[in-house]
């Protein structure tokens, strides 16, 4: 009967049985495929947190099956299914790229490589969102957080180096310092201002093909611009004492 309801995908049927049956098949050779199967009823039901249970138990207790290949691919999937929204804790999807690269380190010659290496792509994707939005918070609240924004878009390029963005986020960062030097008290805005150059010498020795050029001489220009302004304004001062 549980075999009849596992092909017609009643699962939680299926899972049910499968419970009640198992003590009576333990050692029995049948009871490898009902495992099997009973993490996959677990797995359809949508219980990803069980079946990725199931899954690890199953590669624990049948090490040489042949199913094994397929039951670390699953467990690691499991976690990826319980991925959340891009604002949420991002601990599964974490723990799904670890699991699959684990996975292929063992697995290196499985068909399933190519769609375990596109999974963590797309995992890796929601962690770089993830943490250009929180980048963008510090930004978004302005003085003084305009220097906590520098930090976090520099630390998103260094976290995601191969990026196709990392251009946009280094141009992120000049934006943040020159906001952070703009609102600055008066003694600390050449320092500051200066900040901002150095980082667009380093985007013009990273990027020197970027389409983001422009932007980014536009701001050391400004930068400049005002550190000559507040050198005049000192010489001035020092002139009339």
């Known amino acids: 009967m549980a075999e009849q309801y596992y092909t017609q995908k009643k699962y939680d049927k299926a899972q049910q049985i ?11 050779p049948r009871f490898e495929d009902m495992y099997f199967k009973y993490a996959y009823c ?42 959340p929204k891009v604002d949420l ?19 290196p010659e499985s ?16 962690l770089e969102l993830k943490e250009f939005k929180n980048a963008q918070l510090y930004y978004a609240i302005g003085y003084p957080d305009f220097k906590a924004a520098a930090v976090a878009f520099t630390t998103l390029m260094e976290d995601f180096p191969d990026s196709d963005k ?18 600055s008290l008066f003694s600390k805005q ?6 901002v150059i150095t980082e667009c ?6 990027f020197p093909e970027s389409k983001l050029k422009v932007d980014v001489t536009n701001f050391r220009t400004l930068s400049q611009n005002n550190i000559n302004k507040l ?11």
């Open 42 to 83: 677990a797995y359809y039901s949508k219980d990803y947190l069980n079946s990725e249970n199931l899954f690890k138990t199953f590669t624990e207790s049948f090490p040489n099956s042949s199913k094994e290949d397929e039951a670390e691919y699953m467990r690691a999937y499991c976690f990826y299914m319980q991925s």
């Open 166 to 183: 990392s251009d946009e986020y280094k141009l992120d960062v000049i934006k943040s310092y020159y906001k952070y030097a703009e609102q």
């Open 111 to 126: 068909s399933r490589v190519k769609d375990a290496t596109n999974i963590m792509d797309l995992c890796r994707k929601k």
């Open 201 to 206: 010498d380093d985007f013009k020795d990273r």
């Open 231 to 241: 050198k005049d304004e000192q010489a001035k001062a020092t002139t009339q004492r």
């Open 89 to 107: 804790d991002q601990t599964n999807t974490q723990k799904a790229i670890s699991l699959f690269q684990a996975y292929i380190g063992t697995h």
């Open 190 to 195: 050449e320092e500051r201002y200066q900040k």
């Open 18 to 28: 499968f419970d009640d049956i198992f003590p009576y098949f333990k050692g029995d």
